[in-house]
């Protein structure tokens, strides 16, 4: 396995938002933050074999996440499973819930979406990464997991600014 350098980590992630209207998303989902090809490949080489420990390696797996469901998510199941594989992390690896929580709502500002099950981390992601108008048929036709969202207290105000 190859020598990690989480000092470069750290220092990718403060290069790119240092770039364009990155800083705050004021609301605007992780995608509008605009990681182009280049970037996007740059992130999954930094990433590729590196176990997350830092909230900024949080972060930037989080952006990854967004982006690899932009790029490369064909459908099915919500699981960290191609994720785990696209990056080359050991099968057996379980991030933690609690990291990835923080990184999101700490590190981004986004809220983490509550479900049924309790806090859905992917499905989180998952609206972050869609594009505007998958969003907005999802405004008429909510998965069961969105429903149970705005059961739950998520109103339709706060899904809705994530189609912008």
């Given at each position: 396995?190859?020598?990690?350098?989480?000092?470069?980590?750290?220092?990718?992630?403060?290069?790119?938002?240092?770039?364009?209207?990155?800083?705050?998303?004021?609301?605007?989902?992780?995608?509008?933050?605009?990681?182009?090809?280049?970037?996007?490949?740059?992130?999954?080489?930094?990433?590729?074999?590196?176990?997350?420990?830092?909230?900024?390696?949080?972060?930037?797996?989080?952006?990854?996440?967004?982006?690899?469901?932009?790029?490369?998510?064909?459908?099915?199941?919500?699981?960290?499973?191609?994720?785990?594989?696209?990056?080359?992390?050991?099968?057996?690896?379980?991030?933690?819930?609690?990291?990835?929580?923080?990184?999101?709502?700490?590190?981004?500002?986004?809220?983490?979406?509550?479900?049924?099950?309790?806090?859905?981390?992917?499905?989180?992601?998952l609206l972050?990464?869609?594009?505007s108008?998958?969003?907005?048929?999802?405004?008429?036709?909510?998965?069961?997991?969105?429903?149970?969202?705005?059961?739950?207290?998520?109103?339709?105000?706060?899904?809705?600014?994530?189609?912008?």
């Open positions: 396995m190859p020598l990690i350098d989480r000092r470069a980590l750290s220092s990718w992630l403060r290069q790119f938002r240092e770039r364009g209207d990155r800083q705050a998303l004021s609301g605007r989902p992780l995608r509008s933050l605009g990681c182009s090809d280049e970037e996007y490949a740059e992130l999954r080489s930094l990433l590729r074999g590196v176990v997350p420990y830092s909230r900024a390696e949080h972060m930037l797996l989080t952006l990854f996440i967004v982006e690899w469901l932009r790029r490369e998510f064909s459908g099915g199941a919500w699981t960290y499973e191609p994720i785990i594989r696209a990056l080359e992390l050991p099968r057996d690896l379980v991030l933690d819930p609690g990291r990835l929580d923080d990184a999101l709502e700490q590190g981004w500002g986004i809220e983490v979406l509550r479900t049924r099950s309790g806090r859905d981390f992917l499905a989180t992601l972050h990464a869609m594009p108008y998958l969003l907005a048929e999802l405004r008429t036709t909510l998965s069961d997991d969105l429903r149970a969202a705005r059961a739950q207290g998520a109103t339709l105000d706060q899904l809705v600014p994530l189609a912008r």
